[in-house]
């Protein structure tokens, strides 16, 4: 996640949130808090639907959702609070909690749309070359207007300072120094003059400089003027997890093929360690080597003598050959479902059918959506609201396939990310 979008309605969060999404972002529009995002998000768009609601409400709304995001200060993504470009509803006080919350110093507000018609000239919002307080937004059956100058409308709800940036500074070279004297002074809100999309990306610019930590505050204009490093990622393709749960030696030689190609790393799995054990260093090392970035297979079969020692297993756990397949089949479902809670996965190679299934319902799925075909007879296709949300999971028998089927498959996830 690079971006965190706050909207307070519905069709602000999208209008906003299609701005990132035409320049190449994966966008996700929550219509509630309480929704879990895609892992392959780039930009979160939280809807509040708190426009219309007591000022002091709206504010905890806000908190709320940005709290989880901002726990961790230097991991945390970008913030942008989103407000009507009319300045309806609970601007000043979703602003201040919003700066809060992500622990901004200043809060950088360009409410302008000029493709809508909307500008910000001499501190005050125009519609269509007409002041606000002019216009139908005034009399708005909820959330009326009560002035056509926003920082009027900002300290209605906000003890803090609110400055303004005329727009002879937006454009001469200015903007940057005077936005950093706002930052030096203390916790404020400064309010910026905008008539084109030139503007935008002249404020856009000279903000990202900033040394002091800062609250992007705007609309739909604001957000497409954002430069893309803020909700894009480098394109580097996440790491897949491969479980290769089956004793086949087809999937033998795929995995030996792909270490020998140094495409993966391994885990090695034993069954009694499946059987008896918690899992703790299997999670460790899967995620260890997950979060550097690398594929990483767990292995549970080395040699065609491990098909040999079924019996001894079964013996010495007191189970039958079918109840001893189902709970080492389980125990890796389990273990794949705490990996993928601790890193940061870009898809899943499940093979040999028992695993899969137990994966399947490890993660909570409730369907498989099938999508295309890797090789012959081996689907690509997602988990249906399962806990890796919409990640490709490709599925293969064990048998299937030739020595490269592997490595063909991770390079397809890989692709997948390339043209993402």
């Given at each position: ?34 929704q879990k995002p895609s892992r392959r998000a780039d930009v979160l768009v939280v809807n509040t639907e708190s426009r219309a609601l007591p000022a002091e409400q709206a504010a905890q709304a ?254 010495s756990h007191g189970m039958s050959r079918q109840a001893l397949g189902e709970t080492l089949s389980g125990r890796l479902g389990e273990i794949t479902l705490r990996i993928t809670g601790c890193s940061n996965i870009g898809g899943l190679f499940l093979t040999g059918g028992d695993i899969a299934i ?63």
């Amino acid at each position: 996640m690079k971006m965190i979008v706050i909207a307070d309605d519905f069709t602000g969060a999208n209008d906003t949130g299609v701005q990132l999404a035409k320049k190449g972002a994966r966008t996700e529009v929550m219509l509630s808090a309480a929704q879990k995002p895609s892992r392959r998000a780039d930009v979160l768009v939280v809807n509040t639907e708190s426009r219309a609601l007591p000022a002091e409400q709206a504010a905890q709304a806000v908190r709320q959702v940005l709290e989880p995001y901002c726990r961790d200060a230097e991991n945390m993504p970008l913030i942008y609070k989103k407000i009507d470009s009319t300045l309806r509803g609970n601007v000043g006080a979703e602003v201040e909690a919003a700066m809060t919350a992500c622990g901004a110093r200043l809060a950088i507000v360009a409410a302008a749309i000029p493709a809508a018609g909307r500008i910000t000239r001499a501190g005050e919002c125009l519609v269509n070359g007409v002041p606000l307080l002019e216009t139908e937004f005034a009399s708005d059956p909820k959330t009326p207007i009560v002035s056509s100058r926003i920082s009027t409308l900002l300290e209605r709800q906000t003890s803090l300072p609110v400055h303004e940036i005329a727009l002879e500074s937006v454009r001469d070279g200015t903007l940057g120094a005077r936005l950093a004297a706002c930052a030096a002074g203390g916790l404020a809100m400064v309010v910026l003059d905008a008539e084109n999309d030139n503007d935008l990306a002249l404020i856009a610019v000279a903000a990202d400089v900033l040394s002091e930590p800062f609250l992007w505050v705007g609309a739909a204009g604001l957000a497409n003027a954002l430069p893309a490093k803020h909700y894009l990622r480098s394109g580097a393709a996440l790491p897949v997890l491969v479980v290769a749960g089956s004793m086949s030696e087809a999937t033998r030689r795929q995995v030996a093929f792909v270490l020998r190609e140094k495409l993966a790393d391994v885990v090695d799995i034993d069954a009694d360690e499946l059987l008896t054990g918690n899992g703790e260093r299997i999670v460790r090392e899967a995620s260890e080597i997950l979060n550097r970035g690398r594929h990483c297979i767990l292995r549970t079969s080395r040699s065609e003598e491990d098909r040999h020692v079924i019996d001894d297993l079964c013996a010495s756990h007191g189970m039958s050959r079918q109840a001893l397949g189902e709970t080492l089949s389980g125990r890796l479902g389990e273990i794949t479902l705490r990996i993928t809670g601790c890193s940061n996965i870009g898809g899943l190679f499940l093979t040999g059918g028992d695993i899969a299934i137990a994966v399947a319902n490890a993660l909570g799925a409730e369907g498989y959506r099938i999508l295309s075909e890797v090789a012959p007879c081996i689907p690509c296709g997602t988990l249906v609201n399962s806990e890796v949300d919409d990640l490709p999971v490709i599925t293969k028998a064990g048998g299937f396939g030739g020595e490269t089927t592997l490595r063909d498959a991770l390079y397809f996830i890989e692709e997948m990310y390339s043209e993402h």
